[in-house]
């Protein structure tokens, strides 16, 4: 039998933790958020000895605010900043899962004499504005927020330098980061995978992995989101060719049809509705609040006018079965945005987040009740290729970057466990930290 190592069990685990805890002078991370659920409130404070602060994203659970139980738990728990030494927040990309909480934070920092600096890629800032103008911060509020550009950039603040790598996500303007305090390197490798489009991109990330493995990485803190995925995430060329065989189909030719995604995935939305333009003639349109705003946004649909031949193709939210999303409310007959009709298709182009299984389930069958047809991922897993890597991917890139310890991050404690056992099995003297949220470690 092949040995594989210590397995990675609740023992070693506390070990593990004690051993980073011991050095009390070191630099301190915690996680404030996100180590519950994917998709959580993603969050993640570092402490240096002289009790300066920099915080790394600021999400929030896209909940209902005005459930006053439920509200507390939507947030990063924020107990942990000292706001007089907090010195900047830098942000990943603009999920709000990873910056929706600004505003509050804005709130609970309070007026004081020195600007909070946020560092974001322009894209990521462009989404943070509208968040921010959405929380009823005026111009010359924000005017008061000073921002830096990021990308392939290095910027010192204070004790920190803090450098930038542009990674592929499902939103452009996503970055991995590398803080750099008290001669210890943290890199931050949140939402990412290898590549969305071909292997030129794979290269590129093999370049930058191996290029900061040169430069010594004490804790690597990973994106653990599809860490229960086998293999590797493939490009998006097999989604194309999907939808491309769904548009020109005979039988849904004469028919409408509705495509549910995440309102950010624009990029796959944009290659979808080039397809639809040009293969069957369908004028595409997006219905939805934050689906508009992503999509006007980033120009995503163009001129559409030319294309009115065939049947409509719309995007729609609520691939999720999220309460107000538009599709979750046209299967109740209850949105302003969308009537279904039983000749419609629906195509839900989302795998189901853990947690939103049964929802969806419901959703899906009220929708058939409708009349319409419906593909998921289940019956079409080719319809959608996720924004993370999956584990064969995670492996790689903790075996290329070999950084001296392994915090998984983004996902409830089964997922990171199971990123944990992955890269214990070739690297069993890798250190890996399942810790809890609020639960520092120092390096
Ligand atoms: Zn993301």
């Known amino acids: 039998m092949l040995n594989r190592g210590p397995t990675l ?215 653990s989101t599809n860490a229960k995925m086998e293999g590797q995430t493939p490009s998006v060329t097999r989604t194309r060719a999907t939808f491309e065989r769904i548009l020109t189909a005979e039988k849904y030719k004469d028919r409408r049809i509705i495509i549910a995604m995440f309102s950010s995935a624009f990029e796959d939305a944009s290659d979808i509705a080039i397809a639809a333009n040009e293969l069957g003639g369908r004028q595409c349109s997006c219905r939805g609040v934050a689906m508009s705003f992503f999509f006007d946004l980033f120009g995503v649909l163009g001129d559409q006018s030319h ?41 839900i182009a989302s795998n189901p987040i853990p947690g939103n299984d049964v929802n969806i389930e419901l959703m899906v069958s009220r929708i058939k009740t409708i009349g319409c047809e419906v593909i998921t991922t289940k019956e079409s897993p080719e319809i959608h290729v996720s924004g993370h890597e999956m584990i064969d991917g995670l492996k790689r890139a903790t075996e290329t970057i070999q950084p001296q310890r392994l915090m998984p991050i983004h996902g409830d404690r089964p997922s990171r466990v199971q990123l944990g056992k992955a890269v214990h099995s070739t690297n069993p003297e890798l250190d890996v930290l399942i810790v809890s949220d609020n639960e520092p470690i120092v390096i």
Request: with cysteine.
């Open 9 to 223: 069990n609740t023992r070693t685990v506390l070990e593990i933790v004690r051993k980073y805890s011991l050095d009390s002078a070191g630099v301190e991370v915690t996680s404030l958020g996100g180590l519950k659920k994917i998709g959580g409130q993603n969050c993640v404070l570092i402490t240096l000895p002289n009790g300066d602060q920099l915080l790394i994203d600021c999400g929030k659970i896209v909940g209902d605010d005005n459930f006053e139980k439920e509200k507390a738990s939507l947030y990063p728990n924020f107990d942990a900043i000292n706001f007089d030494r907090l010195v900047a927040v830098v942000l990943s990309h603009g999920h709000y899962d990873h910056i929706l909480a600004i505003p509050k934070l804005l709130e609970l920092r309070g007026e004081r004499e020195i600007p909070l600096l946020i560092l974001a890629t322009p894209v990521t800032f462009v989404v943070l504005e509208k968040v921010l103008a959405n929380a009823g911060y005026k111009a010359d509020q924000l005017s008061k927020l000073t921002t830096f550009q990021l990308l392939n950039d290095q910027q010192s603040i204070g004790r920190f330098k803090i450098e930038a790598y542009p990674v592929i996500h499902s939103i452009p303007g996503s970055v991995c980061l590398v803080i750099e305090a008290c001669k210890k390197r943290i890199m931050y490798l949140s939402d990412f995978k290898w590549m969305r489009n071909n292997w030129i991109e794979y290269s590129e990330a093999q370049v930058l992995f191996e290029k900061l493995a040169r430069t010594n990485i004490d804790l690597l803190l990973m994106d």
């Open 307 to 347: 294309y009115a031949d065939g049947q409509e193709v719309i995007f729609v939210t609520g691939g999720q079965a999220e309460k107000t999303a538009v599709l979750n409310k046209a299967s109740l007959g209850q949105s302003d945005w969308l009537e279904l009709q039983p000749s419609d298709v629906v195509i």
